[in-house]
């Protein structure tokens, strides 16, 4: 999927990401730009503005969570889909999650990249994080059923 | 003296859509708040309409290769850094900016302003409006690139929207 070129320069920029911000503010972006995504998120407390969502110690924990998820992930970009089986099976069987959302997060985590890391994030780089992103919802989607 | 088709809204609706958006929007007018477009406008009085259009333009063709195919005539498009120094696309990269500046002086009528555009992309051009959708992601990403601190998540959401409803409009005519 990826060249070994693409594979180190993902890893390489993928290094610099401070995973427990990046992850709270991929999901609460995800939740301010897609309302909808909030009913998946009804016990974290207050989601009614953007404010609210954003400083959300819950939505934090939880993007930590995700993003650490994403950067196991990382490590297996030759097998997404044997990486996130149980997680597959999780977010159908127990979550009942649209896998749309999938690649929703996905964007945003790339539009997030792309706010902290400036001209840094060059085409190619976003070329390159935009088939990871699509490969990890792909791989998601797998176990539906 | 091309035909035009009628503008009332009933033979607008007489135009069948084999084409599927995957965007969660219903097919309703648009509604910006007057936060949201004071936002927009905020934002936009900073865009520099060559970079930001002829950068999103380049991203597209190179993040979304297959899309190469409808620029055809534009030259070397062999390598990113051809791409992103190619004058066409720089070019072709203004013009479509410029009209997402015309979209934001008619925010409540997104439709009508794109009705002429959305002809041409469908009858002469016969691009996917799959692709609409995907030029707005990039013109997202570029924004981000360009406006670290402005590009809140207010600002992301409310261009987001502004970037859907654009598409929106100008696969309206499709048939």
């Avoid at chain 1, 309302?35 to 993007?63: C, I, Y």
């Avoid at chain 2, 648009?30 to 333009?57: M, R």
């Avoid at chain 2, 002469?124 to 799959?130: A, G, I, M, S």
Wanted: hydrophobic share 40%; charged share 25%; net charge positive.
């Amino acid at each position: 999927m990826l060249t070994a070129e693409e594979k180190s320069s993902v890893t390489a920029l993928f290094g610099k990401v401070k995973v427990d911000e990046v992850g709270g503010e991929a999901l609460g972006r995800l939740l301010v730009v897609y309302p909808w995504t909030q009913r998946f998120f009804e016990h974290f407390g207050d989601l009614s503005t953007a404010d609210a969502v954003m400083g959300n110690p819950q939505v934090k924990a939880h993007g930590k969570k995700v993003l650490e998820s994403f950067s196991e992930g990382l490590k297996h970009l030759d097998d997404l889909k044997g990486a996130f089986a149980k997680l597959s099976e999780l977010h159908c069987d127990k979550l009942h999650v649209d896998p749309e959302n999938f690649r929703l997060l996905g964007n945003v985590l790339v539009v997030v990249l792309a706010r902290r890391f400036g001209g840094e994030f060059t085409p190619e780089l976003q070329a390159s994080f935009q088939k990871v992103v699509t490969g990890v919802a792909n791989a998601l989607a797998h176990r539906y059923h | 003296m091309r035909n035009k088709r009628p503008r009332s809204e009933a033979a607008a609706r007489t135009c069948f859509w084999p084409i599927r958006l995957t965007s969660k929007l219903p097919d309703t007018m648009v509604h910006f708040t007057t936060e949201e477009k004071a936002a927009i406008a905020s934002l936009w009085a900073k865009v520099n309409v060559e970079v930001v259009g002829g950068e999103s333009l380049a991203r597209l063709l190179i993040v979304y290769p297959w899309t190469q195919r409808l620029f055809d005539s534009f030259g070397n498009l062999y390598s990113e850094s051809a791409i992103m120094g190619n004058p066409k696309v720089k070019a072709h990269g203004r013009k479509v900016l410029n009209s997402f500046g015309n979209a934001i002086k008619h925010m409540d009528d997104l439709k009508g302003t794109f009705e002429d555009l959305s002809e041409l992309h469908c009858d002469k051009l016969h691009v996917d409006p799959e692709n609409f959708r995907l030029l707005g992601n990039m013109i997202l990403i570029v924004l981000a690139t360009h406006f670290s601190k402005e590009f809140t998540p207010q600002m992301q959401a409310a261009w987001q929207k502004l970037t859907n409803a654009v598409a929106n409009a100008l696969a309206h005519k499709y048939h």
